[in-house]
């Protein structure tokens, strides 16, 4: 399946585009261009997920979590081989 492209004009600081030039074949520019751009948009749809989530699992909200994750991990586990040795699921 191909994929469908579209034009775009945008405007890149000259020394960017001429190192683009320099480096990258004339074939290749745009590909190598919408990997950065693709990789970029990710980078930054991550950091924004990160900052939207910290502080997320406050004390106040998760009470469970008070003796530290690593204790709540220890008792999660130990729930869940305890139903499997028993036999429920």
Same mark, same amino acid.
């Given at each position: 399946?191909? @994929? @469908?492209? $579209? #034009?775009?004009n ?13 480096? @990258?074949?004339?074939? #290749? #520019? &745009?590909?190598?261009? &919408? ?9 930054i749809?991550? #950091?924004?997920?990160?900052?939207? &989530?910290?502080?997320?699992?406050? %004390? ?6 008070? $003796? ?10 130990? &729930? ?6 028993? %036999?429920?699921?």
């Open positions: 399946m191909a @994929i @469908i492209t $579209k #034009q775009a945008f405007t890149l600081p000259e020394d960017l585009l001429e190192e683009l030039r320099r480096t @990258i074949p004339k074939g #290749q #520019q &745009s590909k190598v261009v &919408s990997e950065a751009l693709r990789n970029e948009l990710k980078r749809k991550f #950091q924004k997920a990160l900052d939207l &989530s910290f502080g997320a699992w406050k %004390g106040q909200r998760h009470s469970e979590l008070a $003796k530290g994750t690593r204790a709540f991990v220890r008792k999660v586990r130990k &729930s869940s081989r305890m139903k499997r040795s028993s %036999g429920r699921d």
